[in-house]
């Protein structure tokens, strides 16, 4: 069974960095794409940054600059340093993996998010 585990949310004051990990575990296959979503209270969840074969590396607007995803080599595991941290980026994060299975269909999975707070 494939499971996406999530770490390294917390508290940090505006203008400080967080780490997030996003450990693979179950699959096949490697993932061929990957990505870290975000929910704030009252929003709805919106994509960060991504690794997708088709475009890529590719972040949001809000992000650029601040925020790196990467992947350790074996795709076990996605990252998002996150510098520069402001309140607006205060939300539940979220790692995604899009994974084929051994019928060769394409399947998201998620993780159970992780809680990010900035203190202004």
């Known amino acids: 069974q494939v499971q996406l585990v999530e770490s390294g949310g917390g508290l940090v004051q505006a203008g400080g960095s967080l780490r997030l990990s996003c450990v693979v575990s179950g699959n096949m296959f490697s993932p061929s794409d990957v990505g870290w979503y975000r929910q704030a209270p009252g929003k709805q969840r919106e994509s960060v940054a991504s690794?997708?074969?088709?475009?890529?590396?590719n972040y949001a607007e809000s992000v650029k600059g601040r925020f790196a995803i990467s992947q350790d080599n074996a795709k076990t595991a996605i990252y998002l340093q996150m510098n520069g941290l402001t309140p607006e980026d205060t939300a539940v994060y979220y790692c995604?993996?899009?994974?084929?299975?051994?019928?060769?269909?394409?399947?998201?999975?998620w993780g159970q998010g992780t809680q990010v707070t900035v203190s202004s």
């Open positions: 690794i997708t074969r088709a475009d890529g590396v």
């Open positions: 995604k993996a899009v994974i084929m299975d051994w019928r060769g269909s394409y399947n998201d999975y």
